[in-house]
């Protein structure tokens, strides 16, 4: 059975800088596409950074120019570098993956804190 563990999130100062990690765990393979979205208090999940397995990323564009999204296919993990943080980044940060042998999968969410 396939899993994805996150792992970094925590608390941050406004301004300051975070990376998540999501691996998976259980599969043979790549994965087509695996990315981040989060769940702001009260709010609906939401993307945030996405990338394919040739490198192909998007970005929400209230993320854009702040964050990262990489991966390593041969580890199977995809990275979220966040750089600039700010309060309104406050989240449950969710790992997706999918690929067509393992379906879409996601992550149990790691909490993003950003406050002073």
């Known amino acids: 059975q396939v899993q994805l563990v996150e792992s970094g999130g925590g608390l941050v100062q406004p301004g300051g800088s975070l990376r998540v990690s999501c691996t998976a765990s259980g599969s043979s393979g790549s994965f087509n596409v695996m990315g981040w979205y989060r769940q702001p208090p009260g709010k609906e999940r939401e993307l945030v950074a996405g990338i394919t397995s040739w490198g192909f990323t998007n970005y929400a564009d209230s993320v854009k120019g702040r964050f990262t999204v990489s991966i390593d296919n041969a580890k199977n993990t995809v990275y979220l570098q966040m750089n600039s943080l700010k309060p309104e980044d406050t989240a449950v940060y969710y790992c997706?993956?999918?690929?067509?042998?393992?379906?879409?999968?996601w992550g149990q969410g790691t909490q993003v804190t950003v406050s002073s």
């Open positions: 997706h993956a999918y690929s067509g042998t393992s379906g879409s999968i």
